[in-house]
Every structure is written in C-alpha cells, then in structure tokens.
C-alpha cells in the first residue's frame, strides 16, 4: 500500500503548482445559459413583437447582460480570498444600505418595491444582498468558529441573518425567504448546536406566516393559491394559465416555439413563468433534461465545497449552493402551483439583468474557490 501511495505520489508531482479547473462545471453552466437564451425568444418574441415591435428585444438584452456577468465572473474568479475577506464587511453594508434606499426611492410592480435606479440604470439591489450574506457569513464562520462560544456564535450568526433580510422582508418577502434560507443553511452547517437552531426556524416559519398575511397583496396570492381557477385577470390567471401550458405539454411536448399560453394568455411568460413554457413545448422530457442539468450543477458545487483548500472557501460554495437549489425548487413549485406566487425566477434561464448577473458573479467565487485546489488532490483520486 505504501508503495503504491509512493508512486502516486511520483507521478503526480508535477502537478503541484496547478491549479484545478472544473471543466464540467463550465460545461453544464454554459449549457444553462445557451438553454435559458434559446427558451427566452421562443417564450418572448411574440409579447415583444407586439408591445416592442422587436421579436428580439428580451433576448438582445438578456445577451447583454449574460456578457456582463460574464466579465465579471472572469474578475471575481482571480480575487484572492485575503481580499474578498477583509472588504466583506464593508460590501455587506454597502448592500444592506442600498436596500434600505429601496424602501424610499424603489420603483414598485405587482406590490412590489424592488428597483432603484442610478444613472438611468434599473436593477435589484437585493440579488446583490444575497451575494453579500453568502461571502459575509463565509468569513464569519470561517473567522470566529474557535473564536467564540457555541452559543455566541449562533446568536451572531443569526443576527448577521436578521440584518440582512431587514430591508427586504417588508417589500421582497420571497428574496428575504432566500436570503435567509441561505445564511441559515451556512450557520446550521457549521453550528455544533443544531437543536437550538431547530427553533430558529420554527420562530422564522411562523414570522414568515405572519408577514405574508400583513400585506393585502400577499393575502391575494394564498387566495389564488387555492382558487386559480375562480382568476380572471392578475397573478391567479397567470398560476392557471401556466397549469394548462403544463398539462398540454404531454411527454415530448408541442415542439420548440409552438406554445399557445404564451401568445398573450400567460403573463410573465419570459420571466417566473418560463419553466411553463419549456414544459409545454419540450414536454416532461424537456423539463427532466432541465432538472438534470441542474443537478449535474448542484453535484459539481458539492464537490467543490467538499475538496476547498479552505473553510472560507468551502462555506461560499455552500452558500452558493443553498442559494440556487432554493431558487430552482421554489419557481417550479410556484409554476406547479404547489406554493403560492413568489415572483422568484428560474435560475440561468429566466429573463432578468440582475438575476443572470448576480448568479454569474456567484459562479465566479465558486470558480475563485475551484482553482485554488492543488491538481494533485484531485489526482489522486479524491472527492472531485
């Protein structure tokens, strides 16, 4: 056995100042993107050509965007950890602050308040929340897990939670579920008191109950949630609509560009319910192709996180993780009507500037962590 190990060891030395790129990774994600821009003009090129006079327009700037995300994917992928630690902080208050700007400047749709815009420029500050709690509870945990008791670094850790979904929970109930789903998946991981935890999501439960029935808005969604069928206009009709799209969709689907629901009938269709759309023109087959390809992703992170030079590293590709296996599994249970309406969008698919550019970014730090495992740890036959 040692002499085995010995000549791995030979053979692999080469390796040791390589770094590990994970191919796979790129592959599925590039598919994602090239699978999202293809589904987004078949499901809005009908709505744009009637309200834009331009088939294109959604697709064009989805382009744009996915380029931008890109770029900076490409930068976040060489920032040293060192330095994404020591402006953490700094970041995450920057974000928390220009949330709270939404609460007096945003603009507002469907009840919502979500955009601000700075220098004609429209986005959501609150996707950048979430890639603000994912690197700030990373350098927390990996900082202060020693550092503090068992019992102070859950409190802190909840409070870092509390904090940054504070702006967002009066206006984005749905992005606060996420951004606290994510910062709570990190903290159960790393917490040696889980049981006290179990009550931290109790209490989180019941606040979220409470904060859906506070908002008329919201109350409209629980009644189109048990009743789509009784809409006639709104949010209701959209869950119905998409429902039919669904269940015309058969196995193999109408065939790509031949939906029926999106030519006027379900509203949205390019955005929270695109994955309607996919159903209904590539069918069960269609959809089961998406869900494997996320879950060639979501395997990819996994392995990633497991084989991290690091802790810090290791917990921003769980917090990564957390984030869009959440955002996956609440849009296709929104679109199946399994939950109430969220507006939460599909990710890498879904049309949204904010939404394809934050996920990229996210992408970044996952390839930023990736790159610095050593090749030979993944030559010799470990996890990865």
């Not at 392995?303 to 810090?312: E, G, H, K, P, T």
Request: hydrophobic share 55%.
């Amino acid at each position: 056995m040692r002499d085995r190990t010995r000549a791995k060891t030979v053979k692999f030395k080469n390796y040791t100042r390589q770094r590990y790129f994970d191919y796979i990774l790129l592959g599925v994600v590039a598919l994602l993107i090239l699978f999202g821009l293809v589904m987004l003009y078949s499901s809005s090129a009908y709505t744009a050509s009637v309200k834009l006079s331009d088939p294109t327009y959604y697709l064009k700037r989805q382009a744009v965007f996915v380029i931008i995300g890109a770029v900076l994917a490409m930068i976040v992928t060489f920032i040293p950890n060192w330095l994404m630690k020591r402006f953490a902080g700094a970041f995450f208050a920057f974000m928390f602050l220009l949330n709270v700007a939404v609460i007096f400047v945003g603009k507002s749709s469907n009840g919502s308040t979500r955009w601000i815009s700075i220098a004609g420029f429209r986005f959501q500050p609150s996707e950048f929340l979430k890639i603000a709690i994912i690197v700030a509870m990373a350098t927390f945990i990996s900082k202060h897990t020693r550092q503090f008791g068992e019992a102070i670094f859950d409190v802190v850790g909840i409070v870092i939670i509390a904090f940054a979904i504070a702006p967002v929970i009066g206006s984005n109930l749905s992005t606060a579920l996420i951004i606290a789903g994510i910062g709570y998946v990190m903290l159960f991981i790393a917490s040696r008191r889980k049981k006290n935890l179990f009550l931290v999501a109790l209490f989180g439960i019941l606040g979220a109950v409470i904060a859906t029935f506070a908002k008329d808005y919201r109350q409209d969604r629980i009644q189109y949630w048990l009743h789509p069928e009784k809409a006639t206009s709104g949010e209701g009709f959209q869950v119905l609509q998409g429902l039919y799209a669904i269940g015309s969709g058969g196995f193999f689907g109408k065939g790509l560009g031949a939906s029926d629901t999106k030519l006027g009938n379900l509203p949205e269709s390019q955005n929270d319910m695109i994955f309607a759309v996919i159903v209904e023109e590539l069918g069960a087959f269609g959809a089961v192709c998406l869900i494997l390809m996320y879950v060639v992703l979501l395997w990819r992170l996994y392995l990633i996180a497991v084989n991290a030079r690091d802790m810090f590293g290791s917990y921003i590709v769980i917090g990564v993780f957390s984030h869009l296996s959440l955002q996956m599994i609440l849009n296709m249970l929104v679109v199946t009507n399994i939950i109430p309406n969220t507006g939460v969008t599909l990710p890498f698919v879904s049309y949204g500037g904010s939404s394809i550019i934050c996920t990229l970014i996210e992408m970044g730090l996952v390839f930023s962590v990736a790159r610095q495992i050593p090749m030979e740890h993944i030559s010799l036959g470990e996890e990865v």
